[in-house]
Every structure is written in structure tokens, then in C-alpha cells.
């Protein structure tokens, strides 16, 4: 897990000195401040008299005998100068105060929100002060900012000297003064515990810079329909600022209000593998920036000149998301602001660059255009949004909060699939009890001390050591032969192992192989005509289907090839022999062979006859389906997912359920096709895990899979009522060239449905033709399987069933067709219409299969192995 290191590190230090040697710093007398507090108050804590800090340009006011001088309860406290040290140099932490007692600081403030910044060296003040017994709890205006706060684990976790906490409170003007105070704990187990304190800032902020003014519509809540206010009762913590893409920005170099951002050095420990190896890092600093939509002191300007941004390559940008982790503590909700400015030229207009953005899992924006936010080119903008963080277990100190930017996969909704962004901060709210404060981190692992060899004694003579250092010499030289050894029979075994990957004609392979045939690659040849373009019979994603024949052109065979430059096409197709290799069903297509040789990558299929469930749809080059012929197909593609589902050794979830992977032999028996996006999972519960990258066809996808990226077998029950869908109207999923309401056939049906006019969009062949109960019933089971939420949705083996009760309800009505008959009409002698509950671990008899099938509680599970796209 990575770390979550606090905002301030002692290696910023070692970049501040470095910076001061390569540049002048941006002062103040420079450039003066955007913002200007109304207070600007710095206490060099266990200092007498004033310190110039070079840093910021601002004198730090010593608190021994001076009006920032704190109460004590009793006079113990002491002042000691922090051990010198080349990485730490600035005023706030080189002296200190101490005390085994509690003491207060009190400020007389004006009304307002402020920032307070409390800095603690973590080093040995001395030997009566054990470094480790640095423990204290910190309080202010009734909010708990940190409690049994032990520093040196929290710096030895992290690796670093200085630690720096800020926090917004807001100050009443009935309030007379701010009081900080510092308790060491009081327990059995630290007896000799204390506190102490570096230096303490406190600094005006901009009214409703942070909390949400009363008359604005307030944060809204990811993931919920609901808008949550920050007001001035609350208290924030600072967590997280970065100037993503850009350079670390220090005090000096803000707004006014004295704020630190970490640059990409401390970015890139939250960046994930991926976007750290395909994302770019734009600027353009001579920019002018325009800040007609937000105060010009929300952030420095540098901040919005420069980005990270997913690179330029549709097809990379569509295999990943952007994706930041910060380690946060659990149990707090978080505010996320989010900059963004568009400074590069070539997005001018809303709609160049339109992308989504996931926060801890869950989707904030479908559509994120920032000119469409902000106005225009070099026109910056920020975002709120608000999230909770729970843990999965109490023991779970941390959490991972993430922020994924994704392209968005849909190219004819933005001209640029890409995404960027420029800044974030994020905060930490009080909970209920006013409390802000979290664990402290686990200390980092204990070295375990070498064990010494025992010392001869004077009396052994020379003769027993000499034997005893050939003994070890031969043990040591034996074994260093056997590795030897050993080394080489595995670097043996792995050049067979890529002879073998390389596949000569032979056909060993190790790829499954039980089930499924290898063919060389002149057989391949042979059975298309060298891949002619008269054998052609689909294109795809993957490349082209050709029709073939083998067995001396005996057996047609449908032979899909892969397109040599597809990166994605690789996995899915090693994915399809993985799993069809294993599956035999009367309603899965079955896989005759495959071929890996010279590069080439191609699958071997039993050729079906009749092609695909969409070419008899709304096709117009073939007749139109009678219904019942219809309610049979449905029922056979039912029943080959419900064995996915259920049937195989684990459960196999499809995710690309759709009408044109649902093949018909010449008998119309229906088969489902297409397992290159298929997962495996265990056939017991497991942890929900989040999915990377969600993957699908646009019109057929879950919202809910696609909203929180957590798939379930209850994702293909979602396709498969689209499916139900077509089948019913008679037209495709997505249908561009129409009104926009009617584009999406699953969100228009569900319209027509609510509205009770879905007998009015149905395929004008089947007008007359369907018995009402069974139009119903149908009816039923589609919009069951469309519902929004994954666990109201029936598993497969209630849908086999159900859809083999409406067949029955058509063959019994005879040639009554009543279309009169309302959807929520139900035949008295209806079976039930049963749902599906997650971990029912119910067996049930298949009607269709006429087998008993133990039903197993879907599994939620994360797409982590490899997140290409599709």
C-alpha cells in the first residue's frame, strides 16, 4: 500500500534549496499577493524575540515571554533547540516547546474562516525527553484535530523529520479568541508522555473559499442523489494539494494565503503503473489566464498552466484510466475539488475533449467538458464533489481514495478521446463527535538483529578451526554447484518454454488443447483460399470471420482471425480458448481449433448456418421471425448463460452479451458466442473488488457496472433484457439517426413501459401476432432484467424459466391476440415471478435443462490483471 506521507516532507526542504540556487523565489516584493489576510499570525514556538524567515519573508514571533506566550497548568514546560539539520531549515521548526502538562495558546481573531498550521520536528530534544514518548492530543474551538498523536511513529512510518498538519476552522463573532490546546496522554501504558510544539500559523482564508456559502446549492454527494453543505460549524483537515503535472509550489508562491502544493515528484507516489507509463505531461506557461468563473486567489496561476493528461492516442487512452490512490483515513467523508483549465489551443469548443470521472469508485461525471464548464480556452475552473470512505474491516487504518479520469469510449460524443486535469486538493470533514483526528500509522517493521557466531574459546586448538573453515568452504562451494546446477536446467526449460510459444507446424502448444484442435497455419490457408475476400463473412473488432472448410472440405468452419496490430485482441483471444476450451453446451458455440503460427492469431469455430440473431432482427435482407420462433431463440440463449452462470466449474460472467453475439445453427437453435471479455470467478462469495476499466458494447452495458465499476454476473441479466428488447421492437440497441430520447432502446423502452405504450414501438411484424398474457409476461421478464439496481434483477435461471411460461401462454392462446390486455395483467395460474436474492444458495430444477443446478450468489469481483480496453 502506498503511504500516505503528509503534505510537508522533509525532502521539500532539500527542493527549496535547490530551487533558491537555480531561481529567484516569486516574494512579495516581487509580485505582490492576489489575496492579503486579515491575519497572518506565526509563533516560533520555545523562541525568544522575532526570526526573520527567508522562505516567506514573514517574521516568526517567539511565544517565551511575549503576548503569544501559552497557559500552563503548572510550570513545567521547557524550550529546546532542535538538533541541527542540513534537510531541515526553515524557522517553524527549529526550537520547540515541551511540557509533561497541558497547555493552551489563545488568539484574539476576528470573525472568519481560518487556516491553522501546526509544525512538529519529530527529533530527540534530550536525553530526559525520550523520543518516542511524544504523545498528545490537540484541540481547538471544540473540535479534536489530533488525538494520541505519537510523532516519531508517524515520521518513522514515513520516512521523514518534519511533520506539517493544516486545518480550517471558522471563528464566530461571538467567539473572543481561538485557544489551542495541546494535553500529553494520560494512560498506564505512557506515564512519561508529552507534547510539544514547533510553530503554529494561523492565516484568514477568503469567506466560502472552502465551506459552502448558505445560499448556494451546497457539495454534491458521488454516488447520491443529494447536495451536502459545509458550513461553518464544520472543520476541515487538509490532506492532499498538488499541482498535478507541474512543479511543487511553495508557501511564498501562493495567492496570498501562504498554501503549500506538492509538484510531480509527490504526485507520481499516488499515479498507478499504467497512467504513470502513458501519460503526458502538457504546459503552457505563457498563457494568459482568464478567471471569469472563479476568484483568481482559488489557486496559483501556475496551477492551471500546467496538467497531466492521458496522451494523444485514442486507442492507449481507451485501454486505461487516469487514476490517482490516496491512503486516507476511513470513516470520514472527504471534499474533493478538482482544477481544470484547457490552455492548449486545440481545444477551443465544447465537445473537443468530453471524458468521466470516477471518485472512490463511483462515477461523479459522465460528461466532463471543461470549456463547456468554464467558458472558453484559458479559462480556469474548479469542481467539488463530495465522498465517504469506509474500510472493509475496524483493524483497517487506511483506505484508498481514488481519482480516475477516464477517455471517454464513445468517439462520436468528443473529438479528442482524452482527459486532464490540473489540480486537486482534497479534505478531510469532522465526523459526528467533532472529530478530525485518525490512527496513527503502524511503526515500519523492526530489523531483525544479526545473531553472532559464538566465540571459539582460547583453549580450541588450531587444527579443530582449520577443519572447520574447510567444512564451510565445501558446504559453500557445494552449494553455489547445485544453484549452478539447478540455474541451468531452468534457463533450459524456459527457452523450450518459448520454443514452444513460437509454435512451429508441429502443433504442441501450451495452449488448452483437450477439447480443441491445433491447426497449422497452411491449413488455415487452405480452408479460406490464402484468406481470400470471397470467404469473408464478418468484420469485427477482432478482425475478420472467414467461412472455411476442413476435412477435406467436408466440415464448413467459421475461422476468425486476428488483426495483426490489434494489442488488444491478443489477450481477449487467449481469454476465448481458455474458456471455451473447458465449456460444452448445447446453447455455447463450440471451439474446433486454433491456430498460433508466424504471428498469426486465429480461432477455429463450428460454422452456424443461419449467422447471427441481429441479421434476422432488422435486417431487411432476410424474412422476419415468427414470435414463437422468437420465444425459442431467447429461451436457448437463456439457457447457455444460466450454464455459465451456474453449469461450468466456476462462474463465468460473459460481459458482452449482445444480439449479434448470439449465434443460430441451420435447426434456429440458438448459441452464445464471444468470450474474449469473459471473467472466471470462484464459485463462492469473495470480496467486491473495483474493475479498472469497465468493458462492454454501448447500448447493452449495466449502468450500475458502468457507474460503480463492480461486476456481477447480474451485468449480463442487464444485457440479456436489452437483448429481450430488440428481439420485441425489432430494432438495434443503439439507434443514432433518430430522436434523442429514442436512441438508447433500453431507456426508451423503459419509457414506454412507465407510460404504458411499449405495445407501440413493438416490430410492426408482430403486430396481431402475440397473445396478450404473453406480451405481458415478456414484458415482465425484460424489464426485470433492466432493472437499475443489480440485485432486483433475476438471476438467468428464473429468466430460462419464466421465458419458457410465456411460450406456453402463446402456444395456449391459440389465435387469441388481444393487445388490449394491460402489462400488469397477470394470469391467475402465472407461476410467481421469483427474484433472485445473492446468497440464496438454492438449488433449483431447470425447466429447459431438466438438471439439478446448485445456484451460486454472484460474485462481485476487480478487473485488475489487465485493464485493456475493448
Known amino acids: 500500500m502506498k503511504k500516505n506521507v503528509p503534505i510537508l516532507t522533509s525532502q521539500l526542504y532539500l527542493s527549496l534549496f535547490l530551487h533558491i540556487i537555480t531561481g529567484p523565489l516569486v516574494s512579495a516584493r516581487d509580485s505582490p499577493p492576489i489575496y492579503t489576510p486579515v491575519e497572518d499570525i506565526t509563533v516560533k514556538c520555545g523562541y525568544s524575540g522575532n526570526l526573520l524567515n527567508e522562505n516567506d519573508e514573514r517574521y516568526w514571533h517567539g511565544d517565551i515571554n511575549s503576548n503569544f506566550s501559552p497557559t500552563t497548568g503548572s510550570d513545567t514546560s521547557v524550550f529546546r533547540d532542535a538538533p541541527h539539520s542540513y534537510t531541515v531549515h526553515q524557522v517553524s521548526y527549529t526550537t520547540a516547546r515541551l511540557s509533561r502538562s497541558e497547555f493552551t495558546y489563545s488568539f484574539k481573531l476576528t470573525s472568519g474562516q481560518k487556516f491553522i498550521r501546526l509544525y512538529f520536528n519529530s527529533v530527540s530534544y534530550g536525553p530526559d525527553l525520550d523520543r518516542s514518548k511524544a504523545l498528545f492530543s490537540v484541540k481547538a474551538s471544540g473540535f479534536t484535530l489530533l488525538h494520541d498523536f505519537n510523532t516519531s511513529v508517524t515520521a518513522d512510518a514515513y520516512a521523514i523529520e518534519t511533520i506539517y498538519r493544516e486545518f480550517c476552522l471558522n471563528m464566530e463573532s461571538s467567539e473572543q479568541s481561538l485557544n489551542i490546546t495541546f494535553t500529553p496522554s494520560q494512560s498506564l501504558a505512557s506515564p512519561d508522555a508529552y507534547a510539544f510544539i514547533n510553530g503554529i500559523e494561523i492565516v484568514s482564508m477568503p469567506t466560502n473559499l472552502y465551506f459552502t456559502a448558505a445560499q448556494s446549492h451546497g457539495v454534491e454527494l458521488v454516488g447520491d442523489n443529494f447536495n451536502f453543505h459545509i458550513e461553518n460549524k464544520s472543520a476541515l483537515e487538509t490532506v492532499y494539494r498538488i499541482n498535478v503535472g507541474g512543479n511543487s509550489l511553495f508557501f511564498s508562491e501562493d495567492t496570498g494565503m501562504y498554501r503549500n502544493w506538492e509538484g510531480v515528484q509527490e504526485e507520481h507516489k499516488y499515479l498507478d503503473d499504467l497512467s504513470l507509463k502513458f501519460s503526458v505531461l502538457p504546459q503552457n506557461t505563457s498563457i494568459e489566464l482568464d478567471f471569469a468563473r472563479i476568484a483568481e486567489y482559488s489557486a496559483p496561476k501556475e496551477v492551471y498552466q500546467t496538467g497531466r493528461s492521458m496522451g494523444m492516442n485514442k486507442t492507449i487512452n481507451k485501454s486505461y484510466n487516469l487514476t490517482w490512490n490516496f491512503p486516507v483515513d476511513p470513516k470520514f467523508y472527504y471534499l474533493v475539488r478538482l482544477h481544470f483549465c484547457e490552455f492548449e489551443t486545440i481545444v477551443a469548443m465544447a465537445g473537443d475533449r468530453n471524458f468521466l470521472i470516477y471518485i472512490a469508485n463511483d462515477l461523479a461525471v459522465e460528461g466532463a467538458d471543461i470549456i463547456a464548464w468554464s467558458g472558453g480556452n484559458g479559462r480556469p475552473v474548479y469542481r467539488d464533489y463530495l465522498v465517504t470512505c469506509l474500510a472493509a474491516s475496524e483493524s483497517q487504518k487506511k483506505v484508498h481514495l481514488s481519482i480516475a479520469l477516464r477517455a471517454n469510449p464513445s468517439d462520436w460524443l468528443t473529438n479528442f478521446n482524452d482527459a486532464i486535469l490540473n489540480g486537486l486538493e482534497i479534505f478531510k470533514l469532522n465526523d459526528t463527535n467533532s472529530n478530525l483526528a485518525g490512527h496513527n500509522p503502524n511503526p515500519p517493521p523492526m530489523l531483525t538483529p544479526k545473531k553472532s557466531l559464538p566465540q571459539s574459546p582460547e583453549t580450541t586448538n588450531t587444527d579443530s578451526t582449520r577443519t572447520s573453515m574447510l567444512a564451510i568452504i565445501a558446504g559453500v562451494v557445494s552449494t553455489v554447484t547445485i544453484v549452478m546446477f539447478l540455474g541451468l536446467i531452468l534457463v533450459f526449460r524456459r527457452q523450450q518454454k518459448f520454443k514452444d510459444s513460437r509454435r512451429s507446424s508441429n502443433g504442441n502448444s501450451s495452449l488448452p488443447s483437450a477439447l480443441c484442435h491445433y491447426f497449422s497455419l497452411a491449413e488455415i490457408k487452405a480452408a479460406t483460399q490464402n484468406f481470400s475476400d470471397i470467404c469473408i463473412i464478418g468484420r469485427g473488432g477482432f478482425g475478420n470471420v472467414y467461412k472455411g472448410y476442413i476435412d477435406g472440405g467436408a466440415t464448413p468452419v467459421a475461422i476468425k482471425r486476428l488483426k495483426p496490430e490489434s494489442s488488444q485482441g491478443a489477450h481477449e483471444f487467449k481469454t476465448e480458448i481458455e474458456m471455451l476450451s473447458q465449456l460444452r453446451h448445447r446453447h455455447l458455440v463450440s471451439l474446433i481449433g486454433y491456430c498460433v503460427d508466424e504471428r498469426e492469431m486465429i480461432l477455429v469455430y463450428d460454422f452456424m448456418d443461419r449467422g447471427t440473431l441481429s441479421d434476422h432482427l432488422y435486417h431487411k435482407d432476410n424474412p422476419s421471425l415468427p414470435w414463437e420462433q422468437r420465444l425459442e431463440i431467447c429461451i436457448g440463449a437463456a439457457r447457455g448463460l444460466h450454464y455459465l452462470h451456474t453449469g461450468a466449474m466456476c462462474t463465468i460472467i460473459h460481459r458482452d452479451v449482445k444480439s449479434t453475439n448470439i449465434l443460430l445453427d441451420e435447426k434456429w437453435i440458438a448459441k452464445v458466442s464471444d468470450f474474449g471479455l469473459s471473467k472466471m470467478s470462484a464459485t463462492t462469495m469473495s470480496n467486491a473488488y473495483i ?70 414501438i413493438i416490430d410492426p411484424c408482430l403486430k396481431g401476432k402475440v397473445a396478450g398474457l404473453c406480451f405481458n409476461k415478456f414484458v415482465e421478464i425484460a424489464m426485470s432484467c433492466m432493472h437499475d439496481n443489480g440485485i432486483e434483477r433475476p438471476s438467468m435461471a428464473n429468466v430460462v424459466r419464466e421465458l419458457e411460461f410465456a411460450l406456453k401462454l402463446q402456444r395456449s392462446a391459440g389465435d387469441d391476440m388481444d393487445f388490449n390486455i394491460v402489462e400488469n395483467n397477470i394470469c391467475e395460474d402465472e407461476v410467481a415471478f421469483i427474484k433472485d436474492k445473492e446468497g440464496s444458495g438454492k438449488s433449483e430444477q431447470s425447466c429447459a435443462t431438466n438438471e439439478s443446478i446448485i445456484l451460486i450468489s454472484e460474485t462481485i469481483f476487480s478487473e485488475i490483471n489487465n485493464p485493456d480496453g475493448r
Open 691 to 760: 474493475s479498472t476499466v469497465v468493458k462492454g458494447s454501448f447500448g447493452y452495458l449495466d449502468p450500475e457496472y458502468y457507474r460503480r465499476q463492480q461486476l456481477s454476473v447480474k451485468s449480463d441479466v442487464y444485457s440479456f433484457g436489452v437483448v429481450l428488447c430488440e428481439v420485441l421492437c425489432g430494432r438495434p440497441a443503439v439507434v443514432r439517426m433518430v430522436e434523442r430520447m429514442q436512441m438508447n432502446l433500453a431507456e426508451w423502452a423503459k419509457t414506454c413501459h412507465h407510460n404504458g405504450t411499449l405495445n407501440e
